[in-house]
């Protein structure tokens, strides 16, 4: 206020004028950048609106590399999305927190991600359900430390390398810790946030972490190695089956696309069902993306604990562990709540 | 009588100006652009036109920051990332010291410090992690080790151009007082070099910094002993964005405080006494 009043009792008022003018510019500066910030808005809502019905469905979908996703290559090779009407735009992304940002902000419909990710988002609100199981797979904590039987023989100088922070591999300790050490969070100062290729590395070379969580072919080339062992598994930590991914879809595909949803559905149950019994034959399609060969491919299909299922196991289960030991702040009041109508008919009877 | 009245005029002068001008010193200027992004922020994400959980409210955003500093664990962050980078940034200047003197007080050696410095000085820190990391083994050190490596070469840098700067005369000036070796080093070209020395440290400072976040980061190193990068990384895959932001805020806070308040006193009680920078 005080401003003010030097300005009004002085003299120069060409000055004032000209002060004022280069206030208004620099207002219009500002208005011009907020326009800028505010410009990709309307672009994106545009972008929603123009997505229009065509003769064959288009589908955008996550994905990435790996044993786990052999059914997504095997419904590619077999054009099997196509022969359900589907026109499949495939979408390469990094890693699992990525597909969830992506999914979030409308930019593929359909993702494929672990339950404990999955119930993260389903607590924060975001708008997504299970369309379908996508597979089990063995998950095991290897070492090559000998003295190491169990989660008790960690000490503070030991690193657990796993994918991330949130991970299966991590609730799965997390329920270890909570039975074994009293505490679901025991082991958190340990954990090391590595891709499953590097953890496998690092674990080799014997440099820097103690113990690696991870999921086939990496566990199995572990294992391999004269030495290592498994100091956990996934069905000792979870105490059953549960899917090791789902296939998550958001609430705005669902709703405005039914025709396009029930026939991702189908496509992925056929692809997941004929490679589920089709395993020789599939060996060959799938060795060449994987870099294995044909003879190892088939060993890794056929492996113990290796399931290609649509069949959806251990969502209300796992919510139960992440609501009870602060992971997540809302219990789910039923499976409706997580999954969309058609997979309430996959969990099998006491698998929820 | 005449000298009191124009001083009163130049004093009431500036007083006038100073009042105009405070709206419109350059500080007061970036404030208000700061607001109006922060405004521009708010706005857009009331809207909510993307979805809220990507893109937070500002205010949720420092409400996040608050509890955080409450419940301790961002503040333990932060501490463990200024421990990693106040070492790294120590090791940096107790090393650049000794290669800059090695580079001038014994000549056939300085081609190779200068071969040194032009290879390994475009290399980002971050780059080399892969590699510290199996020398080192995960975490910690190696985190340490890509700060120090990337704190390293612009302080042998600035450190050699300082020295090499100090204009002949002082250091003639200095002899003709008597001083050799160890005085004429610690009162001449010491002092004289000093603005390089300062700017070299701030640019070690800004180098650690990045790097020790990123590395965090890429590599995430571990929860007991983890930094705001590990911080950062982990709350975004609990979808806890506006803490990620918070992490962010923190970093931007750490930075301003540092550049203000350490490096402007330091320049303050040195350089800019001794009036060898006119900066202000």
């Known amino acids: ?352 | 009588m005449r000298l009191i009245n124009e001083a009163r005029t130049r004093l009431a002068l500036m007083a006038r100006s100073w009042g105009q001008n405070l709206l419109r010193t350059h500080l007061a200027r970036q404030v208000a652009w700061l607001m109006a992004v922060a405004a521009g922020w708010e706005a857009l994400a009331r809207a909510s036109v993307y979805p809220p959980i990507l893109f937070p409210r500002l205010s949720d955003v420092l409400a996040t920051l608050v509890t955080e500093m409450r419940t301790g664990e961002i503040l333990a962050r932060t501490g463990w990332s200024l421990g990693t980078i106040c070492t790294g940034v120590a090791l940096a200047v107790a090393i650049s010291i000794a290669a800059a003197g090695i580079a001038l007080g014994i000549r056939p050696l300085r081609p190779l410090v200068d071969a040194l410095l032009n290879v390994l000085h475009p290399l980002p820190g971050i780059a080399v992690l892969p590699i510290f990391l199996l020398w080192f083994g995960t975490g910690a050190p190696a985190v340490l080790a890509v700060v120090v490596f990337s704190c390293i070469w612009p302080m042998v840098q600035n450190l050699l151009a300082g020295l090499e700067a100090v204009p002949r005369t002082q250091i003639e000036v200095g002899r003709n007082l008597g001083l050799r070796r160890a005085r004429l080093i610690l009162f001449v070209l010491i002092p004289a070099s000093l603005p390089y020395a300062l700017a070299g440290l701030r640019l070690a400072w800004a180098r650690g910094w990045q790097t020790a976040v990123a590395g965090e980061m890429v590599f995430g190193a571990g929860g007991g002993d983890g930094g705001l990068g590990w911080f950062i990384y982990k709350r975004r895959f609990f979808l806890e964005i506006p803490a990620v932001f918070a992490g962010m805020l923190m970093i931007i806070i750490i930075g301003i405080l540092v550049e203000h308040v350490v490096f402007g006193t330091l320049e303050r009680l040195t350089v800019r006494r001794w009036g060898m920078s006119r900066a202000e």
């Open chain 1, 1 to 352: 206020m005080r401003l003010i009043g030097i300005e009004a009792t002085s003299p120069g008022g060409d000055g004032q004028w000209w002060a004022r003018k280069r206030l208004f510019a620099e207002a219009a500066v500002i208005a011009l950048a907020l326009a800028v910030l505010i410009a990709p808005t309307s672009a994106l809502l545009s972008t929603r609106v123009s997505a229009a019905r065509q003769p064959l469905e288009k589908i955008r979908i996550a994905q990435q590399f790996g044993l786990v996703y052999a059914p997504l290559s095997i419904a590619r090779e077999l054009e099997i999305f196509e022969k359900h009407g589907l026109q499949v735009e495939w979408r390469q992304l990094g890693s699992g927190a990525a597909i969830n940002e992506a999914l979030i902000a409308g930019q593929v419909d359909v993702g494929f991600m672990g339950i404990p990710p999955f119930l993260i988002g389903w607590d924060k609100g975001v708008p997504w359900k299970v369309a379908v199981g996508f597979g089990e797979v063995p998950i095991m904590l290897i070492t090559y430390r000998k003295d190491i039987k169990s989660l008790t023989d960690f000490t503070s100088k030991d690193r657990i390398a796993l994918p991330s922070p949130g991970s299966v591999q991590h609730l799965l300790l997390g329920m270890a810790a909570r039975r074994e050490l009293g505490n679901a969070k025991a082991l958190d100062s340990l954990l090391v946030a590595m891709a499953h290729p590097d953890g496998m590395a690092a674990l080799l070379a014997r440099r820097g972490i103690t113990a690696h969580f991870t999921t086939p072919p990496y566990a199995f080339e572990l294992l391999s190695q004269p030495g290592f062992h498994a100091v956990l598994t996934d069905r000792q930590a979870f105490g059953g089956r549960f899917s090791f991914n789902v296939g998550v879809v958001t609430k705005q595909f669902h709703d405005s696309r039914p025709q396009a949803y029930r026939q991702f559905v189908a496509a992925l149950t056929e692809a997941m069902n004929w490679l589920e019994t089709h395993k020789k034959e599939a060996a060959p399609l799938l060795a060449p993306e994987f870099n294995l060969s044909v003879e190892k491919t088939y060993a890794y299909l056929t492996w113990p604990g290796v399931h290609y299922t649509v069949e959806v196991r251990g969502l209300m289960k796992f919510a139960r562990f992440m609501y009870e030991n602060g992971f997540i702040r809302n219990m789910p009041a039923s499976l409706d709540d997580l999954v969309w109508e058609n997979a309430r008919a996959l969990v099998p009877p006491g698998e929820e």
